[in-house]
């Protein structure tokens, strides 16, 4: 028999517990009975779930491994970065909620075309944005100031397209995740030693890192940093 409550730390967030114990992550559906990528849909009480798979999002995997801080909740605004065809952003949208927005953007004409036609044609919280992170004032038309950024681009300079977007788009006393991608930045190094030059460099861009936790097994050599954004000045 499944049991659903909500995650006791992270609002709009839920865990499913099984028959033997197990207990996996949920959102609530924004739009019950559509799937976005193939993920199991639960009702209880009368209500739709979609179950979170920490092996397809990296946002699921940060919370399943213990991150302490997680700044997306219902109602902020979400500058995402590298949104791909929408998998992590169609969980998103659902704890964002109706009262919330998330900009997506993505480079790939492809991912782009796919992140449309799965997602954003059926939900009215999230805008899609075909656009080159590394130059965030070509979308200034669009994205007004956000609660948070999320970076996940497989770049070796994502901490600097991180700051670079922070400076334009995000308040101050913001939030910004942004998942690691070791292998992205340097084949050869030892993760560990990336995720601790990419930290600093965050720090040194006015960011206080709150939490950085590493992603394995769902993903191997990629770590997730959760930051505030000069906090000083909030």
Known sequence: MVHISPHERFP??????????????????????RRFYGEELLEYEGREYRVWN??????????????????????????YLGVASGTTCSHLSD??????HIFGVEFAPRAMRDFIENLSSHRGNVSPIL???????????????VDVIYA????????????DNAEVY??????????????????AEEPSLIYGREVEYLRRKG????????????????????????????
């Open 95 to 100: 704890i964002v909620g109706e009262e919330g």
């Open 170 to 187: 995000l308040r101050d006393g913001g939030w910004a995740m942004m998942a690691i991608k070791a292998r992205s930045i340097d084949v």
């Open 12 to 33: 709009g967030i839920f865990w499913v517990a099984g028959g033997e114990g197990e207990r996996r992550l949920a959102t609530l559906n924004l739009t019950p009975g």
């Open 54 to 79: 920490p092996f397809r999002s990296k946002v699921a995997a940060a919370i399943l491994r213990g991150i302490k801080e997680l700044p997306i909740s219902p109602g902020i605004t979400l500058l």
């Open 152 to 163: 996940d681009v497989a770049q070796p300079d994502q901490a600097r397209i991180l700051a």
């Open 207 to 234: 960011f206080a890192v709150m939490d950085l936790v590493d992603l394995a097994p769902y993903e191997k050599d990629h770590a997730m940093v959760v930051a505030r954004y000069r906090i000083t000045s909030a």
């Open 131 to 145: 656009a080159d992170a590394r130059r965030p004032l070509s979308y200034r038309m669009i994205v007004p100031k």
